[in-house]
């Protein structure tokens, strides 16, 4: 497992319970993802007035139809059960469901606006647990650097650096089958913006993916969250939850003129970026532009008290840097959130690869050119735990592999098979 963010956890956990021994390599240190930083909350149709149907209805449209309708209908169907899953976990979803952006009707599950956090300490006291019965083992700053394949063309295993007391080592780590959830690549800061992710996601798993022979769904397909911070410095790129607009909280350029608040992500980007093209935006004290988001209409709206209640984490964050968002407006402007593009998937997971999977947001084709909110949490466990059920299957129907084709070893500094520490 190559990834220790949501989608690897979930994978990791799905196939120890189905009786696979589970390495997890993480970059970073272990649980350091995106999928902790995720605010919003988890898309499922559970409403007695919502359906699968208007999920994938809305889930097609927000991808302006670009998704494919395979992967995005075992998404939408699954979701539900995707949910009580982690309720049997542990994680408790106690709010109502609220309307997401680009939705028709209540289904966003949320926790306060630290619903992915919720989410991974679920996840990680699960894996935790099974790491105690031996069938699961992590390696922190695990740097995977290339895919390995068997005399056949199969996945065979990875090469991955993995940082000693002294000097870096390049390992070598056998596995009938490789699953690749290793995020996007926000972390590149496209276009010069400030981004939401972690500055280690930079897209490691497509580079890996490609130069083994898979194929590619537009990589180059990136979303933009309308809502990063601008100001104050230390806030920028940092995510505020779209949440806050579903609750109310509207956007203004700097004439105090409402702009178009809720709708496809890629809509709003684009209406804040034109008003500041065309001069409407608010200078910071740095030089930079944004739009005002007036937070203190949710509590006008759904009554005092209810930012506190439904963003407490955003109202400590601001509160601490002096500012009181259930009384002022802050300045936000977009931020690069998430790779719409990927590796391409089956239904299962699978890629074109024998023995290779990807899951989570280095996948594609689920999103088409928008991704709707909530659909990324929906995402990493529907197909985190549908991946591994083939990997598994796999995994109990052949043998570990011997002869594995090392030739490109030359790219590495230890080019020998007998320097490598087989794990």
Known sequence: MCGSGGAGLCAAIELAENGARTLILTKEKYCQSNTILAQGGIQAATELDDSVQLHYEDTM???????????????????????KWLINLGVEFKENPIVPGGASKKRLHTIGDVTGAKIMRALNHKVAELEQKKLISIKEFADVQELVKDNDGNIAGVIFKQKGEKEEEYKLAKS??????????????????????????????????????????????????????????????????????????????????????????????NNITSEIYNGYGVKTPMGSSGIWLALPMIDKINGEG?????????????????????????????????????????EKGMTEIPNLFAVGEVSGGIDGENRLMGNALSTVVVYGRTAVREAAQISKSISMPEHLSLSHLEDFPTKKENDLCLD
């Open 61 to 83: 449209k927000s991808g302006h139809n670009k998704n494919n309708p395979k992967l995005v209908k075992k998404l939408t169907e699954e979701a539900p059960e995707a949910l």
């Open 176 to 269: 009938k089958t490789v699953i690749l959830a290793t995020g996007g690549s926000g972390g590149l800061r496209y276009n010069g913006l400030n981004t939401s992710n972690y500055s280690s996601i930079t897209g490691d798993g497509l580079a890996m993916a490609y130069h083994a022979g898979a194929k590619l769904i537009d990589p180059s397909a990136i979303q933009y969250h309308p809502t990063g911070g601008v100001f104050p410095i230390g806030f920028s790129g940092k995510l505020i939850s779209e949440k806050a607009r579903s609750l109310g909280a509207l956007l203004f350029n700097n004439n105090g003129e409402p702009l178009v608040s809720k709708g496809n992500r890629d809509v709003i980007v």
């Open 306 to 346: 209810t930012i506190k209640e439904k963003l407490p984490s955003l109202y400590k964050k601001y509160k601490g840097a002096g500012i009181d968002i259930t009384k002022h407006a802050i300045l936000i402007y977009p931020t690069v959130h998430y790779q719409l593009g990927g590796i391409e998937i089956d």
